[in-house]
């Protein structure tokens, strides 16, 4: 395994999903479910590997297809621009 990958993919996700709007779903979930809180845990868990497998599975095959170098371009170009629009409707 490639630990500098995995600690950079890590790193990335956790930051990402720390206060979205995933987490603050699952706490307000535990919030009301407080005798449920394992039940809260692994369906939230499971929830977020499925949609990082989902990731990784159409990277894998969408790689295959378009060069991995002009998928990162647009995924840049993706992201600048949400974040353009997000400012401009603030």
Known sequence: MDMK????????VFL??????TQLATLLFASKSAAAL????????????LASAIGVVGGAALSQVVNPRY?????GV?????????????
């Open 5 to 12: 990958l995995f600690f950079t993919v890590f790193g990335t």
């Open 16 to 21: 990402a999903e720390l206060g979205d709007k």
């Open 38 to 49: 394992w039940t809260v845990f692994f369906g939230a868990a499971t929830a977020l590997v």
């Open 71 to 75: 998928l990162t371009y647009a995924a």
């Open 78 to 90: 993706g992201f600048i621009l949400i974040g353009a629009w997000t400012l401009w409707r603030a």
